[in-house]
């Protein structure tokens, strides 16, 4: 890994090398937490979790050839080179700012309320139609997963997509910080995380900690739709490119044509042109992600039929709008997470479906002291939608359930006290033919009422 020697590591988080004189002019070869994927050559970091500490896995790591651990404690007797910190997570953090340094390649940092993967998987699909590109995995998000996403990139990279999750104030700053992105994208500010960020000037307040360390010739994106985002009109000098709906944006859409769940058309207009495209993944919002891509392709050089290529190149993520279509059902996987714009849009696409329409919703976490009535309100409008029936799972979700039948008495609702008494029955809430859209927030742990409609 370039410039990462242990001498060199040592200086960066602050540590104690305590080892083999000579090897600290070695570098390493990969940076892990996990002592599964320890290797020879590599550096493992000892990260004290909730129920697992890493640093009992020590001596297994150093039978398997590892050149240093990352450690919190002093290890007295120890069999390899090792560097002791007070913090792991400040040095992984230290570490993975230093190695991008070294790097020197273009960094896209992404985040918002609604979206960030979808779109960080759209702008990944466009960059990757001229670059190399890696991009976050999965979760791998938060100020842990930042570095380790950060940890994978190696010299023939030519450009990181990273995404960047908060639930609190402080967090992006330290996120922004490691990436120190040359181009930030913010897809949208919402109703997430309220629990901790109290209202939508908190949540923009929060995300925007993305531009503290925003390089002096950054690229700034921004969904001009969103209100809490078209008035910003500059940031250290540099001005937003906008994207949306709206014709007053940079990057415009227009002759959007739903096709199913086949996806959704479109034309995109831009500075250097339009071009008519279909995007593979269903929704309206997929429209907003592709626009966002569009807008950093273009920014990186890429020509229009280079962006019409990576849009029609996207491929779902497991959990994230994942169509799956079974002898019995189409089951449209949206188990990853949920919040209320994000739930309101999946219900408008689950409309578009074959057979009966069924909607299995859980509880969406995280929304503060208004969160009753934010279930209700994703419940009215799902009363006006073309839907068959509606499971409510959790005790949240029995707002969401009158907030149906206020609005909509013919609509067939079920409330299920929790997952388990869901799974068991499972069965006599669908039919053959059935669409069906399995949707909650991640706690809830609806991978499992996925998992169980491709066994029925």
């Given at each position: 890994?370039?410039?990462?020697?242990?001498?060199?590591?040592?200086?960066?988080?602050?540590g104690k090398?305590?080892?083999?004189?000579?090897?600290?002019?070695?570098?390493?070869?990969?940076?892990?937490?996990?002592?599964?994927?320890?290797?020879?050559?590599?550096?493992f970091?000892?990260?004290k979790?909730?129920?697992?500490?890493?640093?009992?896995?020590?001596?297994?790591?150093?039978?398997?050839?590892?050149?240093?651990?990352?450690?919190e404690?002093?290890?007295?007797?120890?069999?390899?080179?090792?560097?002791?910190?007070?913090?792991?997570?400040?040095?992984?953090?230290a570490?993975?700012?230093?190695?991008?340094?070294?790097?020197?390649?273009?960094v896209?940092?992404?985040?918002?309320?609604?979206?960030?993967?979808?779109?960080k998987?759209?702008?990944?699909?466009?960059?990757?139609?001229?670059?190399?590109?890696?991009?976050?995995?999965?979760?791998?998000?938060?100020?842990?997963?930042?570095?380790?996403?950060?940890?994978?990139?190696?010299?023939?990279d030519?450009?990181?997509?990273?995404?960047?999750?908060?639930?609190?104030?402080?967090?992006?700053?330290?996120?922004?910080?490691?990436?120190?992105?040359?181009?930030?994208v913010i897809?949208?500010?919402?109703?997430?995380?309220?629990?901790?960020?109290?209202?939508?000037?908190?949540?923009l307040?929060?995300?925007?900690?993305?531009?503290?360390?925003?390089?002096?010739?950054?690229?700034?994106v921004l969904?001009?739709?969103?209100?809490?985002?078209?008035?910003?009109?500059?940031?250290?000098?540099?001005?937003?490119?906008?994207?949306?709906?709206?014709?007053?944006?940079?990057v415009?859409?227009?002759?959007?044509?739903?096709?199913?769940?086949?996806?959704?058309?479109?034309?995109?207009?831009?500075?250097?042109?339009?071009?008519?495209?279909l995007?593979?993944?269903?929704?309206?919002?997929?429209?907003?992600?592709?626009?966002?891509?569009?807008?950093?392709?273009l920014h990186?050089?890429?020509?229009?039929?280079?962006?019409?290529a990576?849009?029609?190149?996207?491929q779902?993520?497991?959990?994230?709008?994942?169509?799956?279509?079974?002898?019995?059902?189409?089951?449209?996987?949206?188990?990853?997470?949920?919040?209320?714009?994000?739930?309101?849009?999946?219900?408008?696409?689950?409309q578009?479906?074959?057979?009966?329409?069924?909607?299995?919703?859980?509880d969406?976490?995280?929304?503060?002291?208004?969160?009753?009535?934010?279930?209700?309100?994703?419940?009215?409008?799902?009363?006006g939608l073309?839907?068959?029936?509606?499971?409510?799972?959790?005790?949240?979700?029995?707002?969401?359930?009158?907030?149906?039948?206020?609005?909509?008495?013919?609509?067939?609702?079920?409330?299920?006290?929790?997952?388990?008494?869901?799974?068991?029955?499972?069965?006599?809430?669908?039919?053959?033919?059935d669409?069906?859209?399995?949707?909650?927030s991640?706690?809830?742990?609806?991978?499992?009422?996925?998992e169980?409609?491709?066994?029925?």
């Amino acid at each position: 890994m370039k410039g990462l020697t242990l001498k060199r590591i040592a200086e960066v988080c602050g540590g104690k090398y305590m080892g083999n004189a000579e090897d600290a002019s070695r570098e390493v070869v990969s940076i892990t937490t996990d002592s599964r994927k320890a290797e020879i050559g590599g550096l493992f970091a000892a990260i004290k979790g909730e129920r697992v500490d890493g640093h009992d896995f020590i001596p297994s790591v150093f039978e398997k050839g590892a050149l240093c651990v990352i450690s919190e404690h002093e290890l007295l007797g120890s069999s390899g080179n090792y560097i002791q910190v007070e913090s792991t997570l400040d040095a992984l953090k230290a570490i993975a700012g230093e190695y991008l340094e070294q790097l020197k390649i273009p960094v896209v940092g992404i985040t918002g309320s609604v979206g960030k993967t979808s779109t960080k998987e759209m702008i990944a699909a466009v960059l990757a139609q001229k670059y190399k590109v890696l991009k976050t995995a999965g979760n791998f998000n938060n100020e842990l997963g930042l570095p380790l996403t950060v940890f994978r990139l190696r010299e023939d990279d030519e450009i990181a997509v990273l995404e960047m999750g908060i639930s609190n104030f402080g967090e992006m700053h330290r996120l922004a910080k490691i990436a120190k992105p040359d181009t930030c994208v913010i897809t949208n500010i919402g109703q997430c995380h309220l629990e901790f960020l109290g209202d939508r000037d908190g949540v923009l307040r929060a995300k925007s900690e993305i531009f503290d360390f925003l390089r002096p010739n950054g690229h700034i994106v921004l969904n001009g739709d969103d209100d809490k985002l078209e008035n910003v009109t500059e940031v250290k000098g540099i001005k937003p490119v906008f994207f949306g709906f709206g014709s007053e944006n940079n990057v415009y859409a227009d002759r959007i044509e739903k096709k199913g769940l086949d996806g959704v058309s479109c034309r995109i207009h831009t500075e250097k042109g339009s071009f008519t495209t279909l995007i593979p993944i269903p929704g309206i919002h997929m429209v907003m992600n592709a626009l966002a891509g569009t807008a950093v392709g273009l920014h990186y050089g890429l020509t229009l039929p280079q962006i019409r290529a990576g849009i029609e190149s996207l491929q779902p993520v497991s959990g994230r709008f994942n169509i799956l279509h079974t002898e019995k059902y189409t089951i449209i996987d949206d188990c990853y997470n949920a919040n209320p714009v994000s739930m309101k849009a999946s219900l408008g696409v689950l409309q578009d479906g074959l057979g009966r329409k069924v909607a299995i919703l859980g509880d969406m976490g995280e929304l503060g002291p208004e969160e009753e009535l934010l279930h209700r309100g994703v419940g009215e409008y799902a009363g006006g939608l073309d839907i068959d029936c509606c499971i409510c799972v959790g005790p949240l979700c029995r707002n969401l359930a009158e907030g149906i039948t206020s609005v909509n008495a013919q609509m067939q609702v079920i409330c299920v006290e929790n997952l388990q008494q869901l799974l068991q029955q499972l069965p006599q809430f669908v039919e053959d033919g059935d669409t069906v859209l399995v949707k909650a927030s991640h706690f809830m742990h609806f991978e499992k009422v996925v998992e169980k409609l491709t066994q029925m």
